[in-house]
């Protein structure tokens, strides 16, 4: 007995002794009384030693007792864990969650700052294009009094520039290049060269076989105008003034060098 109280009594200035170390190296609390808990481990192990030896158990008594041990042991370490905080799966979730919480605000509040700003540049597109349209929509009256000869029409609210890049910006995007070569650049021979189209048809002319490839046919591609080769979609995606503003571009093309073909009117 006065075996146990030493041994005892060791374990616990050994124990407070780490308590108290683990206390000013600033451990968190629970390390503190862990490594207390260890001292009197020890303690329990070594008064252990004194107690008296088991008596001799066979096989299957000490298999038993073996199994039986080890779960509950098993059942101590794990029920143990589990009741510390940190090992608890939703507390675990808790602190993920708080700690992606401001990072994901960060991103989703970028994202948001960037749609913002998408929205903006493409509103601010939009608003340059309805601007253009309108005074588009302004020119087309003077356009379709212009001269034979197609010379740019003069209008003083949208510069004459704008017109033609807006017919060019036409060509480039309805294509026209997959089929007509023109200043050099484009065609697969399956249209004419249009470099000199300026030479024999007005802007208005122009416009006609574009919005009804059927109204003109080039000399030469009499196949080519009957199966319909130059598609008749025009109308459909381009609005008036478009179409207007391409033809008016391409009556400005004179160049005689180039063997435009001659249109024959039909329509
Ligand atoms: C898929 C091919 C194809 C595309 C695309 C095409 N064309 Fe044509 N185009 C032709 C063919 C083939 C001819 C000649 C037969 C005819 O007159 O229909 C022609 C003829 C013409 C002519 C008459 C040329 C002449 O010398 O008589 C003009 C002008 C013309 N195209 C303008 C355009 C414009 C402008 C576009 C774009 C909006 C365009 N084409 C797109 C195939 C095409």
Redesign the pocket.
Same mark, same amino acid.
């Given at each position: 007995m006065g075996n146990i109280i030493k041994k005892l009594f060791i374990g616990l200035v050994v124990g407070g002794a780490l308590f108290l170390l683990s206390r000013w190296q600033e451990f968190p609390f629970v390390f503190q009384v862990v490594f207390f808990g260890h001292a009197m481990f020890g303690a329990a192990v070594f008064m252990l030693l004194d107690a008296p030896s088991v008596k001799t158990m066979g096989a299957v008594k000490s298999t038993i007792a073996i199994v039986v041990f080890y779960v509950v042991l098993c059942t101590v370490f794990v029920a143990g864990a589990s009741m510390w905080p940190q090992f608890d799966p939703e507390d675990e979730k808790g602190k993920i969650v708080k700690l992606l919480a401001p990072k994901r605000a960060a991103t989703e509040q970028g994202k948001a700052e960037e749609l913002i700003a998408r929205t903006k540049a493409l509103d601010e597109q939009v608003k340059a294009l309805e601007v253009r349209l309108r005074t588009l929509g302004a020119d087309q009256p003077v356009a379709k009094q212009m001269p034979v000869g197609g010379a740019p029409p003069v209008v003083a609210k949208a510069p004459t520039g704008d017109f033609m890049k807006i017919g060019e910006e036409? @060509?480039q995007l309805?294509?026209?290049y997959?089929?007509?070569k023109l200043k050099g650049e484009g065609g697969k021979k399956?249209? %004419?060269e249009?470099d000199n189209?300026g030479s024999?048809?007005t802007a208005d002319e122009?416009k006609q076989?574009?919005f009804n490839?059927k109204s003109?046919?080039?000399e030469g591609?009499e196949k080519? @105008?009957e199966k319909g080769?130059? %598609?008749d979609k025009?109308k459909d995606v381009m609005e008036d003034s478009e179409a207007m503003a391409?033809a008016t571009w391409?009556s400005t093309f004179k160049n005689t060098s180039v063997n435009? %073909?001659?249109?024959i009117k039909k329509l």
């Open positions: 036409q @060509w309805h294509e026209c997959n089929c007509h399956r249209g %004419p249009l189209i024999y048809l122009i076989k574009i490839p003109y046919m080039a591609f080519e @105008w080769k130059m %598609p025009f391409l391409l435009t %073909p001659k249109p």
